[in-house]
């Protein structure tokens, strides 16, 4: 099974498991691109990660996952595997790397964001077609949450203007033109409910860039 799981992309954990459940292989498709731009080398991310690179502490993270089996890495040159390589060679210790981070990481999202945010923002978010306008609130949260909490800047303008062109690979539209009404009733489940819209409002004044452009789907894998 092809699946987006990593570390700023928990959400699809249950078709992991699923998955292995039923053993069958996981291959993480794209981790360094559509897991946070991670081949530029976020700088919040790699002082976070150090001395890992981000490409290699989100390897790890797959990887720890029980059930994910395989990733793709884009190549441009054959020297740009050695980094990857080198990941491959820490593969028996990656609980043992991945734990400090994975909490330095969590830590810097609380810091900005709250804890409280950090551990429920997902819960009784609806689905994207049960959502006013079609609007796709949960993966606008994603971002708010991991490209905002994280400093993602790129990874985090690239996606959402891909909203309303990315098809079956990336449904759902942008926060335009909503009723806060609705928005609230839509997320009545959600302990955010309140907040949302507005937050809907500041993730679309801060990231919405009509020219902007990004590739859905497994041929955005490559960087």
Known sequence: MNLHYYFINPSTLPCVEAARKREMGVLVISPNDKGGHLWKNPQEMAELCAPLHPMQFNALFCWAQEGVHTLTMGAAQPSDLDLHAETAALYPQRHEWVAPRKKALEEKIATRLGQDWLKNWQTGIPYYYDSPGEINIFEILRIYTYGIGLGLESFAKARYNLLGKGGNWFP???????????????????????????????????????????????RGSHH
């Open 172 to 218: 759902g539209n942008k926060a335009v033109d909503f009723n806060p009404t609705q928005i609230k009733e839509a997320c009545n489940q959600s302990p955010y409910k309140d907040q949302i819209p507005e937050l809907l409002n500041e993730v679309h004044r801060s990231l919405n860039d009509s020219k902007t452009s990004a590739q859905a789907g497994p």
